[in-house]
């Protein structure tokens, strides 16, 4: 499956993004999809991931109340909506998936058999 991650861009403190990925090559049902990010000179870290049918989602603490996953396995792609951002939210996003019907949450990044290029999120103060 390839994966296409979308929607970033600059945003002022307390705004909000939308991040989409796009799965393609295969029917994206049975995919559990996770997001990480990277910020400069930091090390990847999760930030959220929905179970292959959307039934169970998990968020990183530090994103938990603001972020919101969810998908649409009609149309092959898994959301990211962002609201109250802050500039320590500032990074390179990525999502991630794996073949995975279960309700097992994956957190590692070494969970993930593919992964997408990611999408740039600025946020202003």
């Known amino acids: 499956v390839q994966l296409q991650a979308s929607g970033g861009g600059l945003v002022q403190t307390g705004g909000s993004l939308r991040l989409s990925c796009l799965a393609s090559g295969r029917t994206f049902s049975g995919y559990a999809v996770g997001w990480f990010r990277q910020a400069p000179g930091k090390e990847r870290e999760f930030v959220a991931t929905?179970?292959?049918?959307?039934?169970?989602?998990y968020y990183a603490d530090s994103v938990k109340g603001r972020f919101t996953v969810s998908r649409d396995n009609a149309k092959n792609t898994v959301y990211l909506q962002m609201d109250s951002l802050k500039p320590e939210d500032t990074a390179v996003y990525s999502c991630?998936?794996?073949?995975?019907?279960?309700?097992?949450?994956?957190?590692?990044?070494?969970?993930?058999?593919?992964w997408g290029q990611g999408t740039q999120v600025t946020v202003s103060s």
């Open positions: 929905i179970s292959w049918n959307g039934g169970r989602t």
């Open positions: 991630a998936a794996v073949f995975r019907v279960g309700a097992t949450m994956m957190v590692r990044d070494d969970d993930y058999d593919y």
